[in-house]
């Protein structure tokens, strides 16, 4: 019972996570039609924020954190403004190949910036303590990453469903020229996009970091292409599908190593077969629309 | 309220869609646009909204220059277009597709009010209040685009093929609409292959040919027009007329 409670809480904070991430994919997708794929090395990106903020500068926790959030969203608008708006009009496979390059860049970067050699993660003791629940010890932080981002997501979920900025996402999602003759502004809700997926990309880094603590320049390829796959799951382009996409995806992935350890070891491997199996048996994901094309 | 449109011209790549066409809109008027596919219609009103790039020439819009502004500060200034197609958006309820049309706006009492408005003029639309847009027929859609844009309060109605795809009976129904519009003091320039339909209600009236202004004059002048007759009523010349069956 002790172990199965942990492995619980273990799944409900990774799915969690991945949750946090492939909102950030199915937002892009919803309105640029596009998968970003630099959205893991944004991530990246953000761990690294939160290393030399608090192991080299020294600057408090609760300062770090909302900074890294803000650079990270930043970041993200930056490279929609850089390499993703000047091809909006382009066949969509450039805009694609132009995401690719931008992940293969942020990579690059973080080594010749940063170097190649693992860095530990700080620790934040408020998150990380470990405590007792029920007769079992569990980390602080499985307990309460769930609740942030649940917090987060009935914050998402209002934004999109009771504002104007939320209506304007979702004309923008259906329909660009429609919503122009509403007297919406494209760039700007574009923008606004993607500050807001990758400020949850931020929200999702700092939080990987103290349950994973080690980073790379590559730490954001694996959690990346995972939630990538949470967001097919779930239906990409729909952001309810998106948080089902990434708990389904934790739960299996935890469940698989908790009930055969032999099997550990294609942990990884799974999401992929999970990723096969979604788009043979239903491509449009588990709560995904038939959307018709936007012409 | 003026709308002037002097000597656009606007290209696809290589291709002329718009060479060089001029026209006026007057205050309280309709003003139609006819013409066969791929004449342009659609591309002078595209240009109107903001939505497409001029190559040259001047769209000025109560003396002020409206030319390559963003779609966004056209709304502003009073001119909305109801596209062709309908284009709402089918995945809101009808009553967020017509909020979305105010988006401008900021005044939730006078927004309020033009809800009262739009549900009066289209009193299917009130009893659909919460349903998907999507769900709604063919002819419900077009009402809804119409109260959409009717929901930023515009001084110039622009309508891209309102009758498209519609059955007979709602194309009377979109057309009374559209007079009653106006009579609300609304100026309205309307694109329709449905010349007949388009000719009757409007008083002015333009002939667009591959990119070229034809013809133009009053309405009802249109509608008597031999070669107008000939080309979009599908009515031939007198000299070689048939004796015709009766009705």
């Known amino acids: ?295 | 309220m003026r709308l002037d449109i002097r000597d656009l011209r606007v290209s696809y790549g290589g291709i002329k869609a718009l060479k060089g066409i001029s026209l006026s809109v007057d205050e309280g008027k309709i003003v139609t646009l006819i013409g066969a596919n791929g004449a342009g219609k659609s591309t002078t009103l595209r240009a109107i909204s903001g939505l497409q790039k001029v190559e040259s020439g001047a769209i000025v819009y109560n003396d002020e220059n409206i030319t390559g502004m963003p779609a966004k500060e056209i709304v502003r200034r009073g001119i909305v277009m109801v596209p062709e197609g309908r284009r709402v958006f089918p995945d809101m309820s009808v009553r967020e597709n017509l909020l979305i049309g105010a988006f401008l706006r900021t005044n939730k009492a006078q927004i309020e009010e033009d809800l009262v408005y739009v549900y009066t003029l289209f009193p299917r639309l009130k009893e659909r209040t919460w349903q998907m847009a999507g769900t709604l027929s063919g002819g419900e859609q077009q009402m809804l685009a119409v109260g959409r844009a009717l929901m930023s309060r515009p001084k110039l109605l622009i309508m891209d093929e309102p009758s498209l795809g519609l059955a007979p009976l709602v194309v009377r129904d979109i057309f009374s609409i559209i007079r009653r519009v106006n009579e609300d003091g609304i100026t309205v320039l309307l694109i329709e292959q449905n010349a007949n339909a388009a000719l009757r209600v409007a008083h002015y009236g333009y002939v667009l040919e591959t990119g070229s202004i034809a013809l133009e004059g009053p309405g009802r002048d249109l509608l008597v027009n031999p070669s107008v007759q000939e080309a979009y009523l599908g009515k031939q010349r007198k000299k070689d007329k048939k004796p015709q069956e009766a009705k």
Not at chain 1, 113 to 135: E, H, I, K, Y
Request: aromatic share 10%.
């Open chain 1, 1 to 295: 019972m002790g172990t199965f409670l942990q492995h619980l809480t273990n799944a409900l904070s990774l799915g969690s996570l991945y949750a946090l991430l492939a909102i950030g994919y199915t937002m892009v997708y919803g309105v640029l039609r596009l998968i970003n794929f630099a959205h893991g090395e944004i991530f990246m990106i953000s761990m690294y924020t939160v290393f030399f903020g608090l192991a080299i500068f020294l600057l408090p926790w609760y300062v770090i954190f909302i900074l890294t959030i803000v650079v990270t969203a930043l970041l993200g608008v930056l490279a929609e403004r850089l390499a993703y708006r000047p091809l909006r009009d382009a066949p969509r496979i450039s805009i694609l190949i132009s995401a690719i390059a931008v992940s293969y860049f942020l990579q690059n970067l973080a080594t010749v910036l940063f170097g190649g050699r693992p860095l530990t993660f700080p620790q934040v003791p408020l998150f990380t303590d470990v405590m007792a629940l029920g007769g079992v010890r569990i980390p602080r932080l499985s307990i309460l990453v769930p609740l942030i981002a649940a917090a987060l997501l009935l914050m998402l979920t209002f934004l999109i469903k009771r504002t104007k900025t939320g209506l304007a996402m979702r004309a923008v999602a259906r329909d660009y020229d429609a919503a122009r003759l509403m007297g919406i502004d494209l760039n700007w809700t574009i923008a606004v996009t993607f500050f807001i997926g990758s400020a949850l990309a931020g929200v999702g880094a700092i939080m990987w970091g103290m349950k994973y603590p080690q980073i790379n320049p590559t730490v954001g390829a694996m959690p990346g292409i995972k939630c990538f796959i949470a967001a097919v799951l779930g239906g990409i382009g729909n952001t309810a599908g998106a948080v089902i996409g990434g708990l389904v995806l934790g739960f299996a992935e935890i469940m698989l190593v908790a009930l055969w350890p032999a099997l550990s070891g294609y942990r990884d491997a799974f999401a992929f077969v999970l990723l096969i199996v979604v788009l043979l048996v239903k491509p449009t994901g588990l709560m995904g629309e038939k959307t018709t094309e936007k012409v």
